[in-house]
């Protein structure tokens, strides 16, 4: 049985804030991965005083079970496979590097819409966030948190609303902290754990990066009236 099914990505991302907002942060990045992810990463940063932006990276996608994250490429085209692909056997380099290719393709695409409205954060010498509204294989946040390492993060924090727990483990060792609102023995998938778990589109991504700092969201609004 769950414990807690958050109304909406929004709502997650100021529990996250809840959890972060007396923590001492140096210059505070928050990177979100497209596309939810930035559901959570937009309130997130807005509700700690941070910069938002992207950190790209592409689950890569299982022969005929699309949802299956073999593993992942991030925006530099570094690849990391999960544990299980090896035993596939229908998965080959040669598949690999076809899928490769196609998500790099993929994210290609969504740099040139992303920084448009956006242009790259300065990562060196920061904390910065990561953020995803959730962690199933963990993929696709090992290859971010690659990215970010290899950038000069001064601290590496990853916030996410939920996580199945042996994933979260795997993400220790690249991270100088975790915050995981919760996670749960029995995990199917990062839906089950919303109310709302519409699709984001990229016109919903881009308006989150590009109306970054408007006024604050019902969620911190009513935040805001608790606290006082």
Partial sequence: MNDRIF???EEAGWKLVERLRNERLEKPLVLAIPRGGLEVGAVLAR???AELDVVLARKLRAPHQPELALGAVSETGEVYLNHFASAM?????AFIARERERQLSEIARRRAIYRAVRPRATIAGRTVIVTDDGIATGATMIAALHVV????AREVIVAVPVGAPDRIDALRPLADRIVCLQEPAWFWAIGQF???FAQVSD???VELLRDYGLPATKWERGAAVAAH
């Avoid at 056997?89 to 380099?93: A, S």
């Avoid at 390492?149 to 000069?152: C, H, K, N, T």
């Fill in 7 to 9: 109304i909406d990505r």
């Fill in 47 to 49: 509700g700690l005083g």
């Fill in 89 to 93: 056997t229908d998965v080959g380099d």
């Fill in 149 to 152: 390492r290899a950038a000069g």
């Fill in 194 to 196: 919303y109310r709302d």
């Fill in 203 to 205: 016109e919903r991504a």
